[in-house]
């Protein structure tokens, strides 16, 4: 069979299957191989070229089919997909922070390592800022070991109503935890996701009502709880909790560069148990390394807010539910405690929430 009279059984072919803008560049060799280019649109099904090949193997005297297949617009440059395949859908945009102005400033409490007193600064920040007549949230974000509750004294279950969570009251300071609602022996086995639901529900889904501080006690290290929060609601800053020592410094280093890679600037550092005051003598003593938290607030730039010293029976009315600033306000605990409330007032008095940077970087 001549060469043109192949080409044209090919065309015939072709012909029910594409039409001329879909195929172009048709040869027909005097060996009978057979090539031509298929331009692929978006509307065309990804069978198009397969159907093309086979209906002209199926035509006598082809010896070869050799299909090239471009995109529309990409003319005479090779698709490196196949065409049976759609592209793999772009990974979804992280979420976009709300900002929540009833919520008041939002400051996350945070250190890098467990057994700091974190919560314990925390629950004592939000009595001493209830104390001083302001409207305060505290929300217990630590799922694995939600401390706030026993700290608080308040262990009955929350109410729903309307739809929306009813906060607990302790204090005069508004309470949400996960040890409100799951018994006290369940382990809390759960990946991210779950994770970023329950705080995005501790968030949106409770009645905080108005507010002029919300606190968020937040577990150690730098995992799916502090990046939920930062892709949730944008927050004022963070406090960072250590004590004295190089290894809980060096933790809460880690802590702080987090907040500061996806853009929620420091507020300041709390140096929990900095010193011991006997109860009798009143002689100060340096129980840890001294100038643990003055270091890493030179290294991060940022101020130390305060010092709160190891008191005896501090622990006792934690578990008793007694902030200490609430039963012993005068004692030095009490008092570092209390100062610590009124320099947070001051050098968050001007601040605006934070965008956090919250896209994977480059």
């Known amino acids: ?13 072709l012909g029910p299957i594409a039409e001329p803008r879909h195929v172009r560049d048709l040869v027909v060799g005097d060996d009978g191989a057979v090539s031509f280019t298929f331009i692929l649109t978006r509307d065309d099904p990804g069978s198009l070229p397969r159907q093309a090949r086979k209906a002209v193997e199926a035509v006598g005297g082809v010896s070869a089919v050799k299909v090239t297949v471009v995109e529309s617009g990409d003319e005479g440059r090779p698709s490196a ?3 049976a395949r759609p592209s793999p859908a772009a990974p979804p945009a992280p979420p976009t922070p709300d900002e929540m102005p009833a919520l008041g400033k939002v400051l996350a409490i945070s250190s890098g390592k467990g057994g700091v007193g974190k919560s314990t600064v925390s629950a004592n920040l939000a009595a001493a800022l209830a104390r001083d007549g302001y409207r305060v949230g505290l929300m217990d974000a630590d799922i694995y070991g939600p401390n ?10 929350p109410e729903v109503q309307g739809g929306k969570i009813q906060p607990l009251e302790g204090h005069g300071v508004k309470l949400m935890s996960l040890g409100f609602i799951v018994e006290r022996d369940a382990p809390a086995i759960w990946r991210g996701p779950i994770i970023m639901k329950i705080i995005t529900q501790f968030l949106r889904d409770v009645a905080w009502g108005e507010l002029d501080y919300f606190l968020v006690d937040l577990p150690p290290g730098t995992g799916d709880a502090q990046l939920s929060l930062t892709q949730i609601v944008r927050l004022h800053g963070a406090l960072i909790v250590t004590t004295p020592q190089e290894m809980a410094v060096g933790d809460s280093l880690r802590g702080a560069k ?24 009143h002689e100060r003593s340096e129980v ?20 709160v010293p190891l008191q005896a029976g501090m622990p006792d009315l934690a578990d008793r539910g007694e902030p200490i600033v609430v039963s012993q306000p005068e004692s030095p605990a009490g008092v570092a405690l209390r100062e610590l409330a009124r320099t947070v007032v001051t050098r968050t008095a001007g601040l605006a929430p934070a965008l956090p940077i919250t896209a994977a970087p480059r």
């Open 288 to 307: 840890f390394l001294a100038g643990g938290g003055s270091r890493l607030a030179a290294e991060l730039g940022v101020p130390l807010l305060g010092q």
């Open 1 to 13: 069979m001549s060469t043109p009279s192949l080409k044209a059984l090919v065309e015939q072919a």
């Open 148 to 157: 706030i509750p026993r700290m608080f004294g308040r262990n009955e279950k």
């Open 258 to 281: 987090m907040f500061e890679r996806v853009g929620v600037g420091i507020i300041g550092i709390v140096e929990n148990m900095s010193y011991f005051v006997c109860p009798h003598c």
């Open 81 to 83: 997909r196949s065409p």
